[in-house]
Every structure is written in C-alpha cells, then in structure tokens.
C-alpha cells in the first residue's frame, strides 16, 4: 500500500523561507512525474493547483507565480521530493501536498500547512 507523507511547513514572514519534504512509500517513487499541489485557505479540494512538476529525469517546470522563488528536486534512492521556498509572499499561503502528475487520488497525503504572515 501507496503512503505518502508531506511534512517543513510553518510559518514565517513575507520573504522568509521555507523546505518542505515528500515521501512517497511502496517502491513506486522513481518512476513517476511528481509535483507539488497547493490548496488556498477556503478552497475545496478539487481546487488544489499545480504548482511545480519534476520529471523522473530530474527536468522541472514552475508555474509563472512561484518561478524563480521556489526549487523542486527530488532523490530516487530516498523516494522523497523537495520544495524550497524563498521570498515567500502572503498569497503563498497554502496548505501543500505532493502527488503524480497527472493527480492520483491514492497519492493524496494529509500535506503541510505554509502560512506566510507578518
């Protein structure tokens, strides 16, 4: 059985900084597109968006809003994901999961809650 586990979240003020992990147990890890998915204080889970994708090579793409600000990387050998997050600003906001790209509803982790805030 698939257990995913998302975990770095805090809070910090706007410009500060944070890392957050991804595990994804069950020997699936590496062969999968991966992302990180973030849900706005409010919106329904169906809302939850895409916000970065890393490859099984190790390619990445960003949306135009964290590009720049935030960094995906992933270990195969550890099965787990990363985002750091610099600058981070108010409307970073968001509780954070991790999943496959596209979206697996068996990859769905509790995720991490980022609150930026002065």
């Known amino acids: 059985q698939v257990k995913v586990v998302e975990s770095g979240g805090g809070s910090v003020q706007p410009g500060g900084s944070l890392s957050l992990s991804c595990t994804v147990s069950?020997?699936?890890?590496?062969?999968?597109?991966m992302g990180w998915y973030r849900q706005a204080p409010g919106a329904p889970g169906e809302q939850r968006e895409l916000?970065?994708?890393?490859?099984?090579?190790?390619?990445?793409t960003y949306k135009d809003f964290v590009r720049g600000r935030f960094t995906i990387s992933r270990d195969n050998d550890k099965d787990t994901m990363y985002l750091r997050m610099n600058n981070l600003k108010p409307e970073d906001t968001a509780i954070y999961y991790c999943?496959?790209?596209?979206?697996?509803?068996?990859?769905w982790g509790q995720g991490t809650q980022v609150t930026v805030s002065s």
């Open positions: 916000v970065t994708t890393i490859l099984t090579n190790g390619s990445t």
């Open positions: 999943n496959s790209v596209p979206r697996s509803a068996a990859l």
């Open positions: 069950g020997s699936i890890f590496r062969f999968l597109t």
